[in-house]
Structures are given as C-alpha cells and as structure tokens.
C-alpha cells in the first residue's frame, strides 16, 4: 500500500537490516532530551542531564585532567601516566620550558634561540642503530665526569665534515684500537694519518699515500721533542734513503744505508750552511771503516785532525798504513813517505823506513860494472841482426858473428842462438832491480842516418844440455846514426823496476832494423852496470 505524504504506522515495526534515514533537515534538538538505543536495540527518547562535566579550577591555558565522574581538574602542568603518548603534530616547549625525565635533573632545554641543552644530573647515553648529531652551528657535550661513546665492535665512530668523513674511531677486541685522520678535510679515504694501539700498548702512527709515497710525517714542536723509551729507539728508512737532520732550514747531517753498498754517516759544513763539502764516516763489508773528507771546491782543505786530551792508539789487527798526497809531518817535519827496500831518495828527505830498507842501508845498496871495454863490429851490417859476440879466434870483443831476430828488433820478443853461442852472455852475480848500459859506436863506410838500436836479452844457463838457447829481450832503445860518417853516435839505455836473480844471464847487442846502406864493419865502447836488488 503506498501514500502520497505522511506514512503513519500505530503498530510495532521491526526492520531486520540496514535502516537508512535519507534527506534529514538540519534543525534544533529538542530541549530535555535525546534518542538514542535502548538495551533492547529499540529507539528511545531520553532526559538530557541536567548537570554535564564541571571543572575545579580557572588557570589560563590550563589542561583539563580526569577527575571524576562528573568533574575534571584544571591543571598549569600535564602528568600523564600512561604507557605511550602519542603526538601526530608539533609539540612546541616555551622558551623557558624544558622537558623533564624521572626528576628534576634530567632535562631537555632550549636556552636561547637555536640553541638546545641537554642535562642529565647522571649518566647520559643514547642508543640507537645509527646516531646522527646535526647542528646548525655548535654541538657541546658538558659532563661532570666521564663521557663515554659506545660502538658495536668492529664498528665506526666517524666525525664529518659536512658528508665527508675526516676522522674515525674503530674498535676490534682481540686486534687493536685506532684513530684515522682523512686528508683535506675528508675529500678521500685513501690517503691518512692513523694512529694504532695492538696488544701491551704497542702503538704505531703510520701515513698512507694510496697513489704514491708523498704522506710525508712531520714533527713540529714549538718547544722540545723529546723521545723517552724504556727500550730502545728505532728509526726505520727504506733502502737507499736517508736520515736527515736539519739546523732550521739547513741539513747539517744524515744517515744514509744501502743494501750491499754500506753504511754512511755524514756531517756538512758550518751548521749545513753548504751540502758540497763533509766529514763522512763509510762503513762497508766486514766492518771496513773510513773516516773521509770532501772540499769539493779547488783548495783541497777538508783537513782531518785527532786532538785528544789523553792518548791517541792505534790498534790495528793488521797494518797501520800512512798514505799522505804529499808528505806526513812529523813533531814539524816534513816525512816524504815509507821508504821500502828497493827506494831510493833524496839525501834531505825525512822519512820513516821498514826493516827491509834499513837493512838495505846498513848493507849499502852496490851497483856492479859487469862490462866496461871496447868491442869492435866485425862484418857487414845485416837488418834486423845484432853484433853480440865472437865465433872465430880468442878475442871476445871481435864481434863478427851477427844473430838474426827473426823480425824488427823493437818489435820482436824473443829469439833463439845455438848453444854454442852461450858464452856471449854475463852471469848476473847479485839479484838486481835495474840495468844501465852506456854505449857508443861509429860504423864504418857511408851508411847515414839509418837506425841504430841496442837491445838487452835475458837466458838461462844450460847445465849439460845440447839445446839451442831462447833469448827474451827486456829493454830496447833505438836513435839514428849521424847522417856525417864516421862519426861515433851515443845510444845509453836504463831498464829499471827488474826482479832478475843471481845466476840469470843477460845478453846485450848492437844492430839496425834499417837497411844497411853500405854499413860495415865499426868500432864502439860498452858499459854494463847492474844495481843490487
């Protein structure tokens, strides 16, 4: 059944499902009541209460507080006593508020603007995953006592620069504990300065230059530095390198090591005011040692000077030797040198002398003529042949058996003579250091200024032996003849620093490495003096 207007129902109605209510006016609730559900679900008209919620109190911008029933405090302060508060917006402290835990020592304060103070009257700790302090400008931490930052470990405790880490804090129980310090700033992580401690306090600063060796580490004490250690000081270079000290900007010393080269210790001059000239003390294989010193300009005075207050001794294991440039000074003489057997020197030397050349003194040293006679050169001059001695008759300076070479006297070392021709030769009678032979000749005929060489050999004595006889020339000097003929033509020759013994016997001649040109016959005079060895 429908009606156009009012629905009227006298009798109960019962709606099992939803019950919409469309195109409700807005109006006033009557005075004195107000529907609602009753427990049986039905819709009843109750008495509004005459009474509401009163409040006990009238403070400005107080909070109401639960009271009872019917009433609630007004309170200047909130406690709450729940398990969590829960703010969804802004929550804005006064200026001169702060924001209490437990008590009245444990604060959150703002003290002035953009500033934030936190007071704990005990211990103040803040744990979380990851903690990020954050501040517009400074961020101060004021404890009574100890302040303690706690990490995981082997975790960080960075300090930034902005986003860049520049310095760090890490832990590892069992390794050791450090501090790094990142460069400029902490534009990168790969080059620092860090400060180690392992086990027993064992502490190690190291700097490390990723791309190449320039973390250079500097002390710069506006006082003194000083290193006190229980045990010892050890100062580690690579191989190669040196140790070097300065006088201000001036190097005036450093130590220098190498591998398989040795061990320096120089010293520079006047305070380091100049690098080119220093003392320096070399250390090589075995512990050889050398006290040496270096003018590197032309004067040569890097002099070295021993002054003790006491004795000066030199113990030597081996020899102690004196090896001057010039002279040794002795109490204001001038020592020439050591003079070893064999010297000689002069008359107004000063020297210091071995046994050996004192024994030689006392012996006095003696030369010995072995020849002093004319000899007269038998026959046509041959090349490359020498006048030696006779083959023919009882006269032994009729030289007319010439012996050839072989090649150019000057040239060739060494030939052979028959046996027979032994006794050309003189046996040396004392072991001797040098040979001088004085000699002069005039050829006959019209020969010129062709070569004229004497030639000195040494041979060995023969003792019932048929051989033919090696000779070894020694010594060798060649002039020219006078280009006038008939004119004698000296030819003197001096062979020193010889080793040759008593019984050895030397050989000397007269001969041409020229063609002859018509040179014969020719008439001479020979010295043969040997000096004592």
């Not at 700033?185 to 180690?196: P, Q, R």
């Not at 300009?297 to 090896?323: C, N, R, S, Y």
């Amino acid at each position: 059944m429908k009606w156009i207007g009012q629905h009227i129902i006298d009798l109960i109605a019962r709606f099992r499902s939803d019950v919409y209510l469309e195109d409700i006016d807005t109006g006033t609730i009557a005075s004195g009541g107000n529907l609602g559900l009753d427990s049986n679900n039905k819709i009843v008209k109750a008495a509004q209460s005459s009474g509401g919620i009163s409040h006990d109190g009238s403070t400005a911008n107080g909070v109401l507080t639960f009271k009872d029933a019917d009433e609630a405090t007004v309170e200047a302060n909130l406690t709450f006593n729940g398990n969590s508060l829960n703010v969804n917006g802004d929550a804005e402290i006064a200026s001169d508020g702060k924001l209490y835990f437990r008590d009245n020592y444990s604060f959150i304060h703002s003290p002035s603007a953009n500033d934030l103070l936190i007071i704990a009257a005990a211990d103040f700790e803040i744990a979380s995953s990851n903690i990020v302090l954050d501040a517009g400008t400074n961020i101060e931490l004021d404890a009574a006592s100890a302040m303690s930052f706690k990490v995981g470990d082997d975790e960080f405790l960075d300090f930034k620069n902005v986003n860049n880490t520049f310095a760090r804090f890490h832990a590892e129980s069992g390794a050791n504990t450090s501090f790094t310090l990142y460069e400029k700033g902490g534009d990168s992580l790969v080059d620092y300065c860090s400060f180690s401690v392992a086990e027993h306090g064992a502490t190690m600063i190291s700097t490390i230059d990723q791309a190449a060796a320039q973390a250079h580490f500097e002390i710069e004490a506006d006082g003194n530095i000083t290193l006190d250690s229980i045990g010892k000081i050890n100062l580690e270079i690579g191989d190669g390198d040196y140790i070097n000290m300065y006088n201000d900007t001036n190097k005036f010393a450093a130590f220098y090591a190498e591998s398989g080269a040795g061990s320096d210790l120089y010293m520079y001059e006047l305070g380091g005011d100049s690098t080119d000239d220093y003392f320096q003390i070399h250390v090589d294989e075995h512990g050889a040692t050398g006290l040496i010193t270096r003018d590197n300009g032309a004067a040569a005075a890097a002099h070295l000077e021993l002054d003790a207050d006491g004795d000066i001794i030199l113990d030597a294991a081996g020899q102690i030797k004196l090896e001057p440039g010039t002279s040794v000074l002795w109490d204001s003489l001038a020592l020439t040198g050591i003079q070893a057997s064999g010297e000689t020197f002069s008359d107004d030397d000063v020297s210091l002398m071995t046994s050996a050349a004192i024994d030689d003194r006392i012996r006095v040293k003696s030369k010995h003529v072995l020849r002093c006679n004319a000899f007269y050169a038998n026959g046509n001059w041959v090349q490359n042949s020498l006048f030696i001695g006779n083959s023919v008759g009882n006269n032994p300076y009729n030289w007319n058996d010439q012996a050839a070479v072989g090649g150019a006297i000057s040239t060739t070392n060494s030939f052979t003579i028959i046996g027979d021709d032994e006794q050309w030769g003189i046996v040396l009678p004392v072991d001797i250091s040098k040979i001088e032979v004085q000699c002069s000749v005039r050829p006959s005929g019209t020969p010129g200024a062709i070569d004229f060489s004497v030639a000195v050999y040494t041979g060995v004595r023969s003792s019932d032996s048929s051989s033919d006889l090696t000779l070894t020339k020694i010594g060798h000097q060649s002039v020219s003849f006078n280009s006038t003929n008939q004119r004698y033509k000296q030819n003197d020759l001096t062979i020193d620093s010889l080793t040759l013994s008593a019984g050895d016997m030397i050989y000397v001649g007269v001969g041409t490495e020229d063609p002859p040109n018509n040179a014969k016959n020719g008439r001479g005079y020979m010295n043969i003096t040997v000096t004592e060895r």
